[in-house]
């Protein structure tokens, strides 16, 4: 009895050991979890969002400078400033102004500050109306005036602050945030007037509000709110709310004031490009954070329910020594049970020796089998990938079309017909056209099985694979270093050896953005030791930890962080090479990165007349 409550208590003293530092391991395993997860998804979140605002922004302003220098260029207006006749100008104002329903005002005002041609609309939407002459006003010393007249630049154009829209002197009630552009107007290179339009904000600035996971605010130079994600605190400069940045963000105002970009814990600010000296500055604050709370709190829920689990589950250890010794009973039974098994095993061994070859055979067939579904899955991968990259590169051209045909086609309704520049834009469209045929053959090309061996250099197979995968590198902002040094002539597999190596440069790429490394860089190179020829791909993104490098090859081991790995490029790649080209893969770390190699020896490729895949 005594030497069972011993080994009760031993076991209670384990128990009791073992629950403590499980919850120790809890409580700072999952706090460093989280806390690192959040960190890292919202700060590359926030830095994409706030890209995305700052892109929609800069084509909602631009788009209002692409009209006025329009209009300027137009036989029309040039027709109406050389014989003041309004009949066509007030068609085509207005027509401008249609196609924007964010225009609120197009104007026209001569070298005297007279407004000569005005557009009003009153709300977003709503329908455009020409001014009558009797209600023209003289602008001639207000600042847009002044600051616009003053411009010497055909090509400059100037831009307001953003600020809310004042008639006869007073805020315009409800308010209306405006942004208003303006370019001088000239006449045998003298200025004779400016053209200004007033934008509606509101749309814009009411898009941004509403992200739902993001608070975002806008401030001026000063620190004042211009937009805030409680309304109460919006236009702070205009409506005297005495509410800045200063006292929002306490511990990180100064930063904010000080720097173009600025990376926080907890937010994200980054100058805005409008040449008005307002210096408007985006920041974004993600609500995630408030999830986080949440979060914290249930992981102490968890853990106290952890910890009151550990403590009645006491009793069962209690019950569990007292009912060990029926445990000896037990063990002798299985003991008995064990040696007649052990007599039926051996049985079943001599049985399976006498078919042995037969069972080696079925093996062997089921691992080609499985060899043949691990390519198939990695076919299917690299062609997922290979949709990816077509998107990629015909995005640009399709751009590029719809851009000429859009100048075109604004053209030919505001008079401009030039033969010479339709003809010069419809080559542009003829070219843009064949480079997606080419990038279609390409692609087309690349999943063709070639089955006999070609004379291939292994620049070109490099140079290929870059015209599937530069334009995915280039956007990425990745540099490309190069050296070539070998040129010799190899018989081998094209595709196959362009597979492997548009697998290692993805790999490459993948790891670079993983990390987030500055300046992003791969380097390739080919050269010849003695009769051996070398093709090296590496990068700068620190190399592979040395614990997992004799991994690294193996069928379905993946270091992807974003899951979507299927564990099968390397192992792949290697087969390829070693077992159906003839030659060797290998990796090895330097200083920098990573540095897979691919060797050939022109007498072993003698050996593979004919590929196994």
Not at 174 to 188: A, D, H, N, Q, S
Not at 378 to 401: D, F, K, N, T, V
Not at 574 to 596: M, P, S
């Amino acid at each position: 009895m005594l030497e069972k409550l011993s080994f009760r208590n031993r076991l209670l003293l384990s128990y009791l050991l073992y629950g403590t530092a499980l919850v120790i391991v809890a409580i700072f395993t999952m706090g460093k979890i989280s806390e690192e997860n959040i960190k890292k998804s919202s700060q590359k979140e926030v830095i994409k969002e706030l890209a995305e605002q700052k892109a929609f922004f800069d084509q909602y302003t631009k788009d209002a400078e692409k009209k006025l220098f329009a209009i300027r260029d137009s036989k029309i207006f040039k027709q109406y400033l050389s014989n003041n006749s309004d009949s066509n100008i007030v068609e085509l104002f207005s027509y401008i102004t249609n196609t924007s329903a964010d225009i609120m005002q197009l104007r026209y005002l001569d070298k005297n500050g007279f407004e000569k041609i005005r557009i009003d609309r009153a709300d977003y939407n709503s329908a455009p109306i020409l001014i009558p002459n009797n209600k023209l006003q003289n602008k001639l010393h207000r600042y847009y005036f002044e600051e616009i007249i003053q411009l010497n630049d055909k090509e400059k154009s100037w831009y307001s602050k953003i600020d809310l829209n004042i008639e006869q002197g007073q805020i315009e009630k409800p308010i209306k945030p405006v942004l208003r552009v303006g370019i001088p107007v000239f006449v045998k290179n003298k200025k004779v007037g400016i053209l200004i339009i007033n934008i509606f904000m509101k749309y814009f600035l009411n898009k941004m509000s509403n992200l739902s996971l993001y608070n975002i605010y806008l401030i001026d130079k000063d620190g004042n709110f211009i937009i805030h994600p409680q309304k109460k605190y919006n236009w702070g400069k205009y409506l005297n709310t005495k509410y800045t940045v200063k006292n929002h963000f306490k511990d990180s105002y100064q930063k904010i004031l000080n720097s173009d970009e600025y990376i926080g814990e907890r937010l994200y600010s980054k100058l805005i490009d409008l040449d008005n000296g307002e210096n408007i500055k985006m920041i974004f604050e993600p609500k995630f954070y408030k999830v986080q709370e949440q979060i914290q709190k249930q992981v102490n829920e968890m853990l106290f329910i952890m910890i009151l689990m550990i403590l009645l589950s006491f009793p069962v250890a209690y019950i569990f020594s007292l009912k060990f010794g029926n445990l000896k009973e037990k063990v002798d039974k299985l003991n008995d049970l064990l040696e007649l098994k052990v007599e039926e095993k051996t049985k079943k061994l001599q049985e399976l020796n006498e078919t042995l070859e037969q069972r080696v055979k079925e093996e062997v067939d089921k691992n080609t089998q499985k060899e043949k579904q691990m390519l198939h899955q990695s076919r299917l991968a690299q062609m997922g990938e290979m949709i990816s990259m077509i998107a990629h590169q015909w995005r640009q051209p399709l751009s590029a079309i719809s851009s000429t045909a859009g100048v075109m086609k604004l053209d030919i309704m505001m008079g401009n017909y030039n033969k010479k520049f339709f003809e010069k834009s419809l080559d542009k469209i003829s070219d843009y056209s064949q480079h997606l045929s080419s990038t279609i053959d390409d692609f087309r090309g690349f999943f063709k099985d070639n089955k006999e061996q070609t004379k291939i250099r292994l620049e070109d197979i490099i140079e290929s694979s870059l015209e599937i995968i530069g334009s995915t590198l280039n956007s990425n902002n990745i540099k490309l270093v190069k050296n070539y040094e070998c040129n010799e002539i190899l018989n081998s597999y094209p595709n196959k050896l362009k597979q492997v190596v548009l697998n290692l440069i993805k790999n490459a790429e993948d790891v670079l953005l993983e990390h987030n490394i500055e300046n992003p860089t791969i380097y390739l190179s080919t050269y010849k030791v003695n009769k051996s020829c070398f093709l090296e791909i590496s990068d700068n993104a620190g190399g592979v930890p040395d614990d997992i490098m004799d991994k690294i090859f193996d069928p379905y081991f993946s270091t992807k962080k974003n899951k979507d790995g299927t564990g099968l490029g390397l192992y792949m790649s290697k087969t390829i090479i070693e077992e159906h080209c003839g030659g060797k893969l290998e990796c090895q770390n330097d200083e920098d990165g990573a540095v897979f190699k691919i060797v050939f020896v022109p007498e072993e490729l003698d050996k593979f007349k004919k590929g196994k895949i």
